[in-house]
């Protein structure tokens, strides 16, 4: 059931996704893999993702730093084709579309998998990753 979460971030995964930090490193994409994650520790599944190693960011410390993107709400409001908006208003309505999520480091259970080598957590200490020494 792990290959299940591996052979989707291997797909799915962007040329310029970031894997942030040498302490933390959690995990920046695009929505849903956060999503994934909890899903795969609530069931006892390995979670891996899977990332070129010229997509590591050493250099941010955790995924806390990362500045996410905002896209139009009208994306999730609004036909895409017609223009029409196809959610209803309200007073109590809001909306957020996030372009990234971030996936938090204790949720990458399995490791992080690059074109070296497949990095497993650490099983002691502060740091989960030494993303520095996947580079």
């Known amino acids: 059931s792990a290959f299940v979460f591996f052979f ?8 310029r996704s970031t894997l942030s930090s040498s302490s933390a490193a ?3 994409y695009k929505r849903q893999t ?3 994650a909890v899903s795969a520790k609530h069931h006892g599944v390995p979670f891996y993702v899977a990332a070129p190693s010229t997509t590591l ?9 990362v500045i996410i993107e905002e896209r139009e709400t009208t994306e999730i ?19 957020w579309n996030p372009v990234f999520d971030v996936t938090p ?4 259970t399995g490791g992080i998998i690059t074109e070296k080598a497949v990095f497993p957590p650490a099983k002691s200490g502060s740091a989960l990753f030494d993303v520095a020494a996947m580079l």
């Open 8 to 15: 989707f971030l291997m797909i799915r995964r962007p040329p």
């Open 34 to 36: 956060y999503n994934l």
């Open 26 to 28: 959690s995990d920046v």
């Open 77 to 95: 409001t609004h036909n895409m084709a017609t223009k029409e908006r196809v959610v209803l208003d309200g007073p109590h309505l809001s909306i």
């Open 57 to 65: 960011d050493s250099k941010t410390a955790c995924g806390a730093d």
């Open 105 to 108: 480091a204790e949720l990458i």
